[in-house]
């Protein structure tokens, strides 16, 4: 969203899980702020309420955002389009939602653990080639959904699959929310999220403090300003993937 409609940097979104029109649903509830009842017309919006997202739908609407919702893509045809998108709308960052749902080589299927690690070197390879950032979305281990005790965050062998998703990725970046998994007994504390940085292959880890805004589907900063931490790995996090110049992982290409 932030490439796409704040910076007008041509993206390219693999969506194997939701449709087109599922997916710009959710986009409209959290660039026009308002709740997802009220955007697929459950509630009637009042006038006035359509003054500030009329105009931000308007952007959005203007965002150069490439949409293949195409199921169980093979990785291998998902390399195709992306080399097309990427000479043809000069696509600036890719996104693919989620890896295991795309399909490895032919003769892997049925071996899930070396389909999986196909699929992940092929995505590393493809950014590398094309220069280009590509986010994979990935699944986590029923192991991590499962673990009682302690404070419940995932680690990286909780990567669903395959290590091989923890070896080719540059950056690994976790969602965690506590009340998600039954952790937050504050009512106060429910929309609490922290996006951890487990690996970082040219910058620090950390932990950034945000808030999750479950209505309009989107996260959002921390009223309270950051700690010491979490700003130098928000500022390493903006030299990695700068949108306004090509950085160094624009450049070398990478995959999250």
């Known amino acids: 969203r932030n490439a796409a409609v704040q910076f007008h940097k ?4 693999f969506s194997l899980e939701m449709s087109a029109i599922q997916l710009a649903k959710r986009l409209m509830t959290s660039e026009s702020g308002l709740s997802a009842d009220k ?19 308007r952007n959005l609407s203007k965002a150069p955002l490439y ?22 709308k000069q696509v600036a960052l890719i996104v693919v939602d989620y890896l295991q749902l795309m399909q490895g080589p032919s003769e892997l299927r049925g071996m899930r653990e070396q389909e999986v690690a196909a699929i992940s070197r092929t995505l590393k390879a493809t950014a590398k080639e094309l220069e280009v950032p590509i986010i994979a979305l990935s699944q986590l281990s029923r192991q991590a959904v499962q673990r009682t005790g302690g404070n419940g965050k995932p680690q990286l062998s909780d990567l669903r699959e395959s290590g091989s998703i923890e070896q080719d990725a540059d950056m ?5 929310r506590p009340d998600y998994i039954g952790l937050s007994e504050n009512p106060e504390d429910r929309e609490l999220t922290q996006i951890i940085i487990a690996k970082h292959r040219n910058g620090e880890i950390g932990e950034i403090p945000m808030r999750f805004k479950s209505d309009q589907i989107r996260f959002v900063e921390m ?15 903006n030299d990695a993937v700068d949108f306004s110049g090509v950085s160094e ?8």
Do not use: C
Request: glycine fraction near 6%; aromatic fraction near 10%.
């Open 223 to 237: 009223d309270d300003a950051l700690d010491v931490q979490a700003r130098n790995v928000a500022s390493a996090m």
């Open 39 to 57: 955007i697929k017309g459950g509630v009637k919006l009042e006038n006035f309420e359509w003054e500030q997202p009329e105009y931000k739908l």
């Open 249 to 256: 992982f624009e450049s070398m290409g990478g995959m999250l």
């Open 67 to 88: 949409i293949d919702d195409t199921p169980g893509i093979p990785v291998m045809e998902f390399r195709t389009k992306a080399k097309t998108l990427v000479k043809s």
């Open 10 to 13: 041509p993206v390219a979104f």
């Open 172 to 176: 690994v970046l976790f969602i965690h």
